[in-house]
């Protein structure tokens, strides 16, 4: 079964910037959409940036700070994220939604900007 990993979490004061990496175990079929959703404590999982047909879209919250990208190697994305705020916080997860029955998640990566 694919798995999504990421990686490129950590501790980052206001203001740095961090790169988010994501990478299937194996090969995912006609891939409709990529993702990145984020969960901060005591709230709800919310959609950051996806990338669908060449076009990309963004929460409010990030625009002109994130921005999400494909790699060149098949079934990767990445997060680079700039100009960081303690309320970018959470957990963040990839999501990439293809053919199959059921999209595919990763397991998570923290994200903690504080000074």
């Known amino acids: 079964q694919v798995q999504l990993v990421e990686s490129g979490g950590g501790l980052v004061q206001p203001g740095g910037s961090l790169r988010l990496s994501c990478a299937a175990s194996?090969?995912?079929?006609?891939?409709?959409?990529m993702a990145w959703y984020r969960q901060a404590p005591g709230k709800q999982r919310e959609l950051v940036a996806r990338?669908?047909?060449?076009?990309?879209n963004y929460a409010d919250s990030v625009k002109g700070r994130f921005t999400i990208s494909r790699g060149n190697a098949k079934n990767t994305m990445y997060l680079q994220m700039n100009s960081l705020k303690p309320e970018d916080t959470a957990v963040y997860y990839c999501?990439?939604?293809?053919?199959?029955?059921?999209?595919?998640w990763g397991q998570g990566t923290q994200v903690t900007v504080s000074s």
């Open positions: 990338i669908s047909s060449g076009n990309t």
């Open positions: 194996g090969t995912i079929v006609s891939i409709l959409t």
């Open positions: 999501y990439i939604n293809s053919i199959a029955p059921t999209p595919y």
